[in-house]
């Protein structure tokens, strides 16, 4: 998952309610959808890179 999905420009919505008050703020706020929107490519990069998510993988291949 997203660590630290506030800071992570990723909007968690835990019921319907929640999911359509996130829309409405966003469509008042465009300024804030360009901010979550590079926070959560950048957020993606860091967290879900070829290094970390392989990184497991190559440590068992070269104990091998």
Known sequence: GINNPAQSGV?????????IDAILNLMNKPH????????AMEAARKQFSPEICFHSLV???EAV
């Open 59 to 61: 440590e068992l291949i």
């Open 11 to 19: 909007i968690v919505a835990n019921n319907r309610a929640e999911f």
């Open 32 to 39: 804030d959808i360009e901010l979550m929107s590079y926070l």
